[in-house]
């Protein structure tokens, strides 16, 4: 099934080289987030399915995460929720992923804001490109 | 309005394919099931399975692991990859979070072919196909 996605971040011309401590720094250790975009309302259950291609990385890798919450304000690393956490890679590959949530649960109230997040050992250049479909 | 298409971006499985094609078509498409019966005075239809494919042309190139080969090539029969296209691109730069401009289409694929081959004298073209892996109930 072909899915309309949004660009969450792209990393493909340009690579992520955060200048963080690494992964690890801050609990539950994303190095780095992109921009938290406002998707719109999902009333009830719904389905995200997010694809990413990994174009380049380097030695330590890179793991990529799509985050939710109710809120545009979680600007700290630590404060989404891992909707999806793709499997790490150290070379060229693409991985898809489908998932269900409910946005009536306690945990996951009315989502409308996401974004993506990752780690990888900083400094380390890694080129990646990730994308995601929300259907109410 | 009508669009010059000229910035698409084009990914398959981890390589960017967008400086190397000049061609690339989307088809999404549901099989249309014909349930008519004695009674009925016209056909009468019902949407079946769905289907994706997308096809894609270039220029050959070989070498570096974002060429045609051996990314194209390699991966022949591989059931496992996510293609990704742009259409629209604001002068070839992807807008992050956008929902218009900027969207795009994803699926799982399966890369089922790879062609090349041309005349002397010629820019050697390629050509290739995925057709969406679909899913399983």
Known sequence: MIVRVVPMKDASVTGTT???QG????????AEAGTVKDLGPTASTGRVMA????????????????????????TSLNTGTDIVAFTSRTCRDSQWAERVFNCAS??????????????????????????????? | MAEVLKSAK??????????????????????SLDETVFGMDTRVRKGGLKFARATG??????GATAAADPALVDGVGNNAQVMTVFPRTAAGT???????????????VTQA???FGGQVGELLPFEFAVDGRGVQS
């Not at chain 1, 990413?52 to 919450?69: D, I, M, P, R």
């Not at chain 2, 992050?96 to 969207?103: D, L």
């Open chain 2, 94 to 108: 992807i807008t992050e979070g956008s929902t218009s401009t900027g969207s795009g289409y994803a699926f799982q």
């Open chain 1, 23 to 30: 992964p690890g720094v801050t609990n539950p250790g994303y």
């Open chain 2, 10 to 31: 084009i990914f398959l499985h981890g390589v960017e394919l967008t400086g190397q094609m000049n061609q690339v078509g989307l088809e999404y498409g549901a099989e």
């Open chain 2, 57 to 62: 042309r270039g220029f050959y190139s070989v």
């Open chain 1, 51 to 74: 694809a990413l291609h990994v174009l380049s990385c380097t030695a330590g890798g890179v793991k990529v995460f799509v985050q939710a919450n109710s809120s545009s304000g979680f």
């Open chain 2, 113 to 115: 072919r790879v062609a």
């Open chain 1, 106 to 136: 306690a945990t996951s109230t009315q989502r409308r804001y996401w974004r993506a997040a990752w780690t990888q050992t900083c400094v380390q250049e890694n080129k990646f490109l990730v994308s995601i479909a929300v259907e109410p």
């Open chain 1, 18 to 20: 955060c200048s963080c």
